[in-house]
Structures are given as C-alpha cells and as structure tokens.
C-alpha cells in the first residue's frame, strides 16, 4: 500500500499533537502530502437568548474567536510538520459536525490515512459516549491511526 495523502485531525489536545508528530513521521518516511484539518464545531444561540442579550447589552459568543484559535492550533502543528521534515503541509478548517466533517474532508482529499489523536477513553465509554475517534474509525473508508 501507498501513502500518497494523510489527512491529520488537530483539536489541540495532547493526544492531537501525538497524531501530528506521529502523521509527519510518516509523511515524511513516505514522501507523502499532508493536510492539517480541524473542525470547529457550530455554535448558535437560540434566537430568545441572542434577543435578550441584545436587550440586556450583554456580549454574546464570538464566532470569530473560535476561527482565529483554529488558525493558532493548525499554525503550530503546521510548525511541528515543517520541523519533521515534511515538504508539502496544508493547514484547513472548517465548520460543522466533527467526525462528519473529518471523514467528508478525507474523501475530498483523496487521503490514504487518517490520523486522529485519541483523548483516552477505552472502547466501551467511546462507543456508550460516541466519541470522535470512534466514530471516524467506523466511517471511514481508509485506515484510521488513532494515536494516545
């Protein structure tokens, strides 16, 4: 099998950052293309709550913010790829259901490999809470590293 295309999930948890020193390693060892993906989940605040804000003057949530931490999340494991040794790094974000997205994001991209930091929970508690990693072992349709 060739790895041509690893698709690298970063959440900026330990394990995440595991993943992308891991993935580069392997970009690296296979001549292979990677791109830095992370999913910001939506967040929207009932249209009552956004009124009463309003009315109270009181700040509400800041869509922004959340973009402009997945750009200091994707720039430091952009960092760490280009430190391994890794010659063709992207770095993307996008908006929607996390392991949804992952997956949609991997197909797209043609990748042979997703790599995915694990946050610890054993086999049971992943499926009984659904966890991220979990889910996108079993929906996709290339392997999947989960990595601790």
């Given at each position: 099998m060739?790895?041509?295309?690893i698709l690298i999930a970063v959440d900026g948890s330990k394990h995440s950052l595991s993943g992308v020193a891991f993935g580069?390693?392997?970009a690296k060892a296979m001549d292979a293309e990677l791109l830095l993906y992370h999913v910001i989940r939506p967040y929207k605040l009932p249209e009552s709550l956004r009124v009463f804000a309003k009315a109270e003057h009181l700040q509400t949530f800041d869509p922004e913010l959340l973009r402009k931490g997945a750009q200091f999340l994707l720039s430091g494991a952009l960092s760490e790829a280009r430190k391994a040794g890794v010659k063709?790094?992207?770095i993307e974000s996008d908006e929607g259901p996390i392991a949804r997205s992952i997956i949609d994001r991997a197909k797209t991209y043609k990748a042979d490999m997703i790599v995915i930091g694990s946050r610890g929970m054993g086999d049971m508690e992943g499926i009984l809470r659904g966890g991220v990693s979990h889910r996108v072992?079993?929906?996709s349709k290339c392997p999947v590293l989960v990595v601790k």
């Open positions: 060739t790895i041509k295309r580069a390693q392997i063709n790094v992207e072992e079993t929906l």
